[in-house]
């Protein structure tokens, strides 16, 4: 595997991801901003952040298995969410989570969380993209 994860003494231990990311891996990849779009182009989970969150992770598993990689190999995810709050926080975990136990992984790569004004369309509070490492 071309990617070691860590979490280095003297930051703290935070359990939604760790903090570095090690790369050893030669082929990149770099998935694009994934909303809860459905195969169709249909949003999934309109107006709740928590089914949202777990269908922008299900299409960048989706994504990653295509270019033959998986959430193993994810050095880094950005988590863009619209009008962003800390009291947010729990059902982005649960979205998380159960798209997690979809994928059979912890999605668990470094990590950053910005808030924005807004995304391509109204209907969407989530957009999550990430970059892969392969050997």
């Known amino acids: 595997m071309a990617i070691t994860l860590m979490n280095p003494t ?43 969150i777990e269908q922008c992770y299900l299409n960048v598993g989706i994504a990653l298995a295509e270019a033959g990689a998986s959430f193993d190999d994810v050095a880094k995810v950005t988590v863009y969410v619209v009008d962003w709050t800390p009291d947010k926080m729990p059902l982005l975990m649960e979205g998380i989570t159960r798209a997690a136990g979809k994928l059979g992984v912890a999605p668990v790569p470094p990590a950053t969380l910005l808030g924005v004004a807004a995304l391509d369309v109204p209907e969407h509070l989530v957009e999550l993209e990430a970059v892969a490492v392969l050997d």
């Open 10 to 52: 003297g930051l703290p231990k935070v359990d939604a991801y760790r903090q570095v990311s090690i790369s050893t891996g030669s082929k990149l990849v770099f998935v694009a901003g994934q909303v809860s779009w459905d195969a169709e182009g249909v949003t999934v989970g309109e107006g709740d952040l928590a089914a949202q």
